[in-house]
């Protein structure tokens, strides 16, 4: 490690000029990142992590400038560079891995082909030359079988698979810098692990310095030498990543910390706490949600009672409100090849569990374990091929049986909530009519009844009121998500399915949305599928697991035993593959 | 591949038998009749007999139908009335003049609209932007017919730069091995005579191909507009690949996907834009020769010529549906 840094950020401010004027995205940022150092930017979407990466490459969006501070590579200012100088540093001096593997590689030319141009126009090897080293490049960023694999196209290839090539090209002209824009937070944990041993080995072994940008604590801790965090556009803390972690000097770290699902952390027991414990929750959003907002959670609070005896009047808590027996789906796949038939391809395999009514069941899995899948049948989106799934005793409906009556009830007592709350509202409907969809659907009430009923509903979510004129795309992640789940309760279901719905979510935000969720099952006795693939949440809000893993459920049980005594080899791997697993974090998981 | 190829030369039969039924109940819907248009509105009874029996425009219009599909069965497109020749060489002799006019077209406007969408979308906003958006939609509105006799009288009449009507001047004597002139005089060393014949193409193809031009260009700078926000396009960038390489390997060969398969619906445009464009060049295709038949009423011309012209629209279109399998590698299986 020389002395003088590699990369020095002095001050930079960075802005996007924008219909309404000028807005600051990140100012006064200061950090170095010396040679072969791991450096860690953290912060949650919006923080300016992103976009000071972005500026470091001199890769920012159309409208946007440095507009202050130096970003010095080797002494020279890049900030300052005319563009043509910095497009020749970068891939060569500085490369990058982005961040979502689906759509950062040409969907058109061959993956070796895009090594190889990396190689060629880098002039790291003369036009023509490229594919032994292509070969090389691709085999040492983990690819399997690198030879045929780079005569075939970015479709051809898995997620993962797609990263080590995007790795490969970060790395194939050796830069200096490597900046790592969320690198794996898009692929599925124990993918994730294998990728980022593999870059971090890789990275060390070349001697390259990797700015790491990611949202995710844990992950910065275990790959950084040194943390900054970032908030609202500035830094507002940075050190050596484990004191940082065990002596947090800034609140907002505090917040981000405590925030973080781990494993340690416990179920939110709202339930139990009763009514205060709800009003504490409801206090804290109110706390950390933006605008005014006048009615307070105790007239829900108050409904609380009388939502639990209606429960108890369903048939009471615990008993089974979702059966699912010996389900399976098969779908069918076209084959390859010229005259090739469809082949079956089996997504869900004789899986069957329980959903108890007024608790919280989750199905975990990676991506392809089927467990969306599941929860479209059990949402009556498709229908199984074999097997049963009944709800409150009686068959689902599903979209070709006839019955549409008896459909048309059951989607009054089942809502989603979907991942993307980018995309699960219409954009062309304001906040209000959102919420008020479902209501004016199924006919109920008049006008001014319907009007009440949204307005109880975003208090029961904590929004405000002034946001019912709004659209979708005027409002954060965590407000829109916050409107989906108030649409889903429109109807007063009795189940809610939430598949990944905090997910796309900042932690902070993701723990507000958890504890909502809780308090609102707490309230109204509602009961949860939750599917998820992140371990750490599901620990917070399951009382039952069920963990899928190529169609099959592999283990089932409570949360407890599953997590404390994980009965198969590879929910161990999954476990084991949760970044910062074993990291003692200064604030303690469980303040929740 | 295969299986799609076949199913969409299979799904042509009843197309085509749908189309025919179509056509020979619209072209004897048409006013008047052939024999009075082949002899005139003071023709005798008798005469008009006469004709509508050699033809056998007297006999029921079912049995008419099942004849004339008996006949196409075996090749046989039927006899024109006015030019006493078979319907099949009538075609044959024009369509290569009809072939040459919309490959040049559609090469001139596929030439210019690319380029111009692209620049257009790097401007995105800027005044050859908004320049260009203004001049294609002018080049969809302006009617083809009007385009051509503004070109014509401009270039030809006033300006006497390009000829006014025709494939080939008259005092020009050359051998036709193919009927495609340019390519005539090419093979057979010709140059004055191919030179002559693109010179008679340039008006009429430039007319024909305003539409297909201005269409093009626009898809083509929307289509780069989204492309070149994509995340491939910043790593591309990123990982150093040169502009150049960028522009081409990336941006353009991402963003021309969509812009093929709008060419290939441009076809049909330009045979019937062809119409419109030869009568007012007075150029020998088929479109010049559909419009004398129905003035003529000339109804084995009309049912043939469509019927062909419909043919040859769906074979264009299964090319390019099959080529867009070679051009998109995640659609080739």
């Known amino acids: 490690m020389s002395e003088a840094p590699l990369l020095s950020i002095r001050d930079l401010e960075v802005s996007f000029r924008t219909d309404a004027g000028t807005t600051t995205a990140v100012r006064g940022v200061s950090f170095d990142v010396r040679a072969g150092e791991t450096v860690a930017v953290v912060g949650e979407s919006g923080s300016g992590k992103s976009t000071t990466a972005a500026a470091v490459i001199g890769l920012l969006a159309g409208n946007g400038r440095v507009t202050g501070g130096q970003i010095l590579l080797d002494g020279v200012d890049l900030a300052a560079l005319p563009p043509t100088e910095l497009a020749r540093l970068r891939g060569s001096r500085i490369g990058m891995v982005p961040q979502d593997p689906m759509s950062n590689l040409n969907p058109v030319r061959l993956v070796g082909r895009q090594v190889d141009e990396t190689l060629v126009d880098n002039e790291v090897v003369p036009a023509g030359r490229a594919r032994a080293r292509t070969v090389e490049l691709l085999e040492e960023a983990g690819l399997p079988d690198a030879g045929r694999r780079a005569r075939q196209y970015p479709h051809e290839f898995s997620g993962g698979m797609r990263q080590r090539a995007l790795i490969a090209m970060g790395l194939a002209a050796r830069p200096a810098l490597l900046i790592a824009d969320e690198p794996t937070s898009a692929l599925d944990v124990t993918v994730q692990r294998t990728i980022l041993d593999n870059l971090t080995e890789l990275t060390r072994s070349l001697g390259v310095a990797v700015l790491l940008i990611t949202h995710d604590l844990g992950l910065a801790a275990e790959r950084a030498q040194r943390v900054v965090v970032m908030y609202g556009g500035e830094v507002v803390e940075q050190g050596p990543s484990e004191a940082l972690l065990r002596a947090p000097q800034h609140p907002y770290t505090r917040r981000l910390l405590a925030a973080a699902p781990s494993l340690a952390s416990r179920r939110i027991e709202l339930a139990k706490q009763g009514v205060l414990g709800a009003d504490a929750v409801a206090a804290d959003l109110l706390a950390t949600t933006a605008g005014e907002h006048g009615h307070g959670a105790a007239a829900p609070a108050g409904a609380a009672a009388g939502a639990r005896a209606d429960v108890a009047a369903r048939g009471g808590v615990g008993t089974p409100l979702v059966e699912v027996e010996h389900v399976s789906k098969v779908f069918s796949l076209r084959g390859k090849g010229l005259l090739a038939r469809s082949q ?243 604030a303690g998981g469980d303040a929740a | 591949m295969v299986r799609l190829i076949l199913r969409r030369l299979a799904l042509l039969v009843p197309t085509l038998l749908g189309l025919s039924v179509l056509l020979f109940a619209w072209v004897r819907a048409l006013p008047g009749g052939p024999a009075t248009a082949l002899l005139g509105e003071r023709a005798t009874p008798e005469a008009v007999e006469r004709i509508n029996a050699l033809y056998g425009f007297d006999r029921p219009i079912v049995e008419q139908y099942v004849r004339y599909l008996g006949q196409l069965v075996t090749g046989n497109f039927g006899v024109s009335t006015r030019t006493g020749r078979p319907v099949l060489e009538e075609f044959a002799s024009r369509f290569p003049a009809t072939v040459e006019l919309t490959v040049l077209a559609l090469l001139l406007a596929v030439a210019v609209a690319i380029p111009l969408g692209y620049l257009a979308a790097r401007h995105q906003g800027r005044t050859l932007d908004h320049l260009t958006v203004v001049a294609s939609l002018l080049g969809v509105t302006v009617p083809v017919f009007f385009l051509a006799f503004l070109l014509k009288y401009a270039f030809a009449v006033e300006l006497g730069w390009f000829p006014s009507s025709g494939r080939q001047d008259p005092a020009m004597i050359a051998t036709h091995p193919t009927g495609l002139y340019v390519l005539d005089g090419l093979l057979t060393r010709e140059w004055d005579a191919s030179w002559d014949a693109l010179v008679h193409l340039v008006l009429p193809a430039l007319a024909l191909g305003s539409i297909p031009l201005a269409v093009i260009a626009r898809i083509t700078r929307a289509s780069v507009i989204d492309v070149q926000s994509a995340d491939y396009v910043r790593t591309a960038r990123a990982k150093g690949l040169l502009p150049r390489h960028v522009r081409d390997r990336v941006v353009l060969r991402n963003a021309l996907l969509p812009v093929s398969t709008t060419i290939g619906l441009q076809v049909g445009l330009l045979l019937s834009g062809a119409v419109l464009t030869e009568t007012v060049f007075a150029f020998p295709g088929i479109g010049s020769f559909l419009a004398e038949a129905v003035f003529n009423l000339d109804y084995a011309v009309l049912q043939g010529f469509i019927l062909i012209i419909a043919v040859v629209y769906a074979l264009v279109n299964l090319l390019v549906d099959v080529s867009y399998g070679l051009i998109d590698p995640r659609i080739a299986r």
């Open chain 1, 344 to 586: 079956p391809f089996t997504a869900v395999d004789d899986v069957s569990f329980v959903v108890p009514r007024g608790r919280t069941v989750a199905v975990v899995g990676e991506s392809g374990s089927g467990k969306s899948t599941v929860a479209r049948m059990i949402l009556g989106l498709l229908t199984p091929s074999s097997g049963r799934i009944r709800f409150d005793g009686e068959e689902v409906a599903s979209g070709d049986r006839v019955d549409r009556a008896a459909q048309v009830r059951f989607r009054r007592r089942v809502q989603p909530i979907f991942q993307d709350p980018y995309a699960s509202l219409d954009p062309l409907y304001t906040i209000y009519r959102t919420i008020e969809e479902p209501l004016r659907v199924h006919r109920v009430g008049d006008a001014a009844a319907r009007r009440d009923r949204v307005h109880a509903l975003m208090d029961d979510v904590a929004l405000p009121h002034d946001l019912l004129r709004r659209y979708p795309g005027e409002l954060s992640g965590g407000q829109r998500q916050r409107v989906a789940i108030a649409r889903a309760l429109a109807l007063e279901p009795e189940l809610v399915v939430c598949d990944e719905a905090v997910s796309a979510l900042d932690v902070v935000v993701q723990s507000q949305v958890l504890h909502l969720l809780a308090d609102l099952q707490a309230r109204l006795g509602l009961s949860y599928l939750f599917i998820s693939h992140d371990l750490a949440v599901v620990r917070q809000v399951a009382d039952e697991v069920c963990v899928m893993q190529g169609g099959r459920v592999v283990e089932r049980g409570s949360v407890d035993d599953v997590f404390e005594r994980p009965a198969t080899d590879y929910t161990r791997s999954l476990l084991a593959a949760i970044p910062g697993r074993g990291l003692q974090l200064g």
